[in-house]
């Protein structure tokens, strides 16, 4: 197992300095990481930084809430891509699957993903504020919007990733589509017991941590 190739290093704080967003690209090369995960303003200075390495560059759409307009998250995929952006994270309407206005949610994963084409699109379902039967409901109106993943979480949210939950999904998703499991990853055996039960791809910023055999509580 490549336990590099299934991480997204990530940093989204608001707070992130120049000197912070160099430096996870510097450990995403070091380490040679599937890709780093930026928030969209970010995207040159990753595309700048990465120059050479095949470290993707992931950002994120309509995060962290989820609630704005479909017409505006294409907007800010195809520009983001436009910029260097290799996978899009968009943010499901979460209000929306709390509502059960599946008709809604189809069309706001495929107005995105009809804008990005081929760019691979994975979409957080915010799973730490939805039951079960949202969550499967969900995962199955993404497979019907094309999405290449399910991502359970933004990290900004009252919960990440957990392994029920991954379990859930990919029960749900078998070979359909691809999981990621963000948020709450805190050391090499979670990262691992994620991927067993189905994770294709693991968001956090302790990726290093992980990479070392290093435990820690903080972070994404």
């Known amino acids: 197992m490549k336990l590099n ?9 608001a707070k992130a300095t120049d000197k912070e967003i160099v430096a996870i690209c510097e450990e995403a090369k070091k380490y040679d990481f599937a890709t780093v995960c930026v928030n969209p303003g970010r995207i040159g200075l990753a595309k700048e930084t990465l120059k050479g390495s095949d470290v993707g560059i992931t950002t994120v759409v309509g995060f962290p809430l989820g609630a704005t307009t479909s017409e505006s998250k294409a907007f800010e995929a195809k520009d983001s891509i436009s910029k260097g952006a290799t996978e899009i994270d968009m943010v499901a309407n979460i209000g929306e699957i709390k509502s059960g206005n599946w008709d809604v949610v189809l ?5 995105v993903k009809t804008a990005i084409g081929k760019t691979v699109l994975k979409v957080i379902l915010e799973t730490v504020l939805l039951t ?4 499967v409901k969900a995962c199955e109106i993404c497979i019907d919007a094309k999405a290449e993943f399910v991502k359970t979480s933004t990290g900004f949210s009252t919960g990440g990733a957990t392994f ?3 379990k859930l999904m990919k029960d749900t998703v078998g070979d359909r589509a691809l999981i990621k499991a963000a948020g709450g990853v805190a050391n090499v055996d979670d990262a691992i017991k994620m991927i067993e039960l189905g994770a294709n791809r693991i968001g956090t910023s302790r990726g290093v941590m992980i990479m070392e055999g290093k435990s820690s509580n903080s972070g994404y």
């Open 5 to 13: 190739k299934y991480i997204d290093h990530t940093l989204l704080a």
């Open 107 to 111: 069309k706001d994963i495929k107005t």
């Open 132 to 135: 079960n039967e949202e969550i």
């Open 164 to 166: 029920e939950v991954v």
